[in-house]
């Protein structure tokens, strides 16, 4: 069939046009599904914006209102897809609240329109902060490592710690230090029975990994177990943030309750830090008359470290504890009179297990066994109560077990009861727990480390 060359034209006349308005729906498409799928990171600025709340409901502001001022007595509404707190140059700070637009106009002073939001301002200065940035938070380094890294299920706030206020007393200070240590940049996922803060900064931290996540912590149910690589340098970073006075509080208060549990000859500087600067795990609990009491188990550098220092540290622990005894005489072969004294303390007892544990147990005339030791190499094993000890003795590899790529830290904690303990010990470690914590549940929490982040999973549990 011969076509005439006009129909020809027309044919293709028609179908470049049919193509450049394909073209034109598609760009248009295109164009509506990526403001669509915007959200308030692509709006806001990268380094002005010092929280930002994806998916806040009312219960999110109000945990965060504690340590953001500006959040308390702010109510959420409820089709609100995020919040976000920017610090303006003045440093003053301004809440933004974000929804989709739906077709809306500006409708007063200080409701602004960012495709596809409009932004509800408490400052006018605020807006005006959104509108002329040059950087926004989405393509800011720290923001997208926390988003490549953060849980992916659950509600999540991305906030920077520098706009922390101060916390409010020693309990939360030393809580702040332990979850976002001193890095600048934190993102917290929040789900029904778990919570995960993922922190990253510029330099990679320095972290050394569990070789041997502890198969049991001795105790049946401690109040604080905790196993960490080199728990001597935790103990020391813990300690940094706080000012120098308060610094030396915190380890008196510590050295003295040391006296009480290992006696008036051992140093927490000198004498228990060097024995926790490898592998170590502690587990601390109550005795049945209420008074502290502790299992642990570590690694030395040098095995005839391990032996001097734990024999030093049975024989002080023996001073502490002293048995009395009851004498009656007769005078004159008439009057009665009673005598009470201490009793003479026998040796300690001496023993050496099949699998090549030597074991000390510190015993009184009466029989008790407070303290038990034990060494078999570099390894020891110290504690008080005895039953978790004995545990540890014959629950401990000959060899090391694989290591959990990456695992920092593991431990669990009974919340009220170890609140109980810090009051017990002294009255300066009170104070608020971290907004996101559930003090009415228990806890077990890993840490892990890779590349420029750390994070922290935190497992709620029913308290028991």
């Given amino acids: 069939m011969h076509l005439s060359p006009v129909r020809t034209a027309a044919i293709i006349t028609l179908a470049l046009l049919g193509s450049a308005a394909i ?55 409820p089709s609100s897809e995020a919040a976000a707190l920017v610090r303006l140059p003045n440093g003053t700070t301004e809440l933004l609240i974000f929804a989709r637009a739906h077709g809306q106009q500006e409708a007063e002073e200080l409701l602004g329109t960012f495709p596809p939001f409009v932004v509800l301002a408490s400052s006018q200065e605020a ?17 997208q490592q926390l988003v490549r890294v953060r849980a992916r299920d659950g509600q999540w706030t991305y906030l920077r710690t520098d706009a922390l206020p101060a916390a409010a007393g020693t309990t939360e200070q030393l809580m702040r230090h332990l979850l976002l240590k001193q890095d600048r940049f934190a993102a917290i996922t929040q789900q029904a029975e ?31 177990a905790i196993a960490v690589h080199d728990l001597a340098g935790a103990f020391r970073g813990a300690l940094q943030p706080f000012p ?26 000198f004498d228990l830090l060097p024995l926790l600067e490898n592998e170590t795990m502690i587990a ?12 642990v188990r570590g690694e030395t550098k040098r095995a005839e470290q391990a032996m001097e220092l ?15 005894e009851v004498r009656t005489r007769l005078f004159d072969g008439r009057f009665p009179a009673q005598d009470i004294r201490i009793a003479q303390q026998e040796t300690a007892e001496f023993a050496e297990t099949g699998s090549g544990w030597h074991v000390w147990r510190g015993r009184t005339a009466d029989g008790t066994a407070p303290l038990v030791v034990a060494v078999k190499g570099k ?32 431990g669990q904690a009974q919340l009220q ?27 077990r929490w890993e840490v892990f480390s890779g590349g420029h982040s750390r994070s922290v999973r935190i497992e709620w549990e029913e308290a028991r």
């Fill in 194 to 224: 778990s919570v995960q803060i993922d922190t990253t900064d510029q330099q990679p931290p320095a972290i050394k990994y569990l070789a041997t996540p502890p198969e049991t912590w001795g105790m049946a149910d401690p109040i604080l």
């Fill in 127 to 143: 807006l005006t902060l959104v509108r002329e940035t040059k950087g926004v938070l989405s393509q800011f380094k720290p923001f």
């Fill in 23 to 77: 073209l034109a729906l598609l760009t248009i498409a295109t164009g509506f599904l990526t403001v669509q799928s915007k959200t308030a990171s692509d709006v806001l600025p990268a380094r002005e914006t010092v929280l930002l709340i994806e998916q806040p409901s009312q219960e999110t502001i109000d945990q965060f209102g504690q340590w953001f001022p500006r959040l308390k007595d702010v109510t959420i509404p």
């Fill in 284 to 295: 601390l609990g109550r005795n049945g008359s209420g008074a502290l009491a502790f299992v």
């Fill in 244 to 269: 120098t006075e308060e610094q030396e509080v915190l380890q008196g208060i510590l050295a003295q309750r040391m006296r009480t549990v290992l006696g008036p000859d051992v140093s927490v500087e």
């Fill in 417 to 443: 009861p170890f609140m109980g303990m810090m009051q017990t010990m002294s009255p300066s470690l009170t104070g608020t727990m971290p907004p996101f914590f559930r003090p009415d549940r228990n806890a």
């Fill in 310 to 324: 734990l024999r030093m540290i049975q024989q002080s622990a023996g001073k502490n504890y002293k048995s009395t």
């Fill in 379 to 410: 390894r020891f094993i110290v504690g008080n109560d005895t039953d978790g000890a004995e545990t540890l003795i014959a629950a401990a590899p000959d060899a090391a077990l694989p290591s959990r790529q990456s695992l920092a830290v593991q």
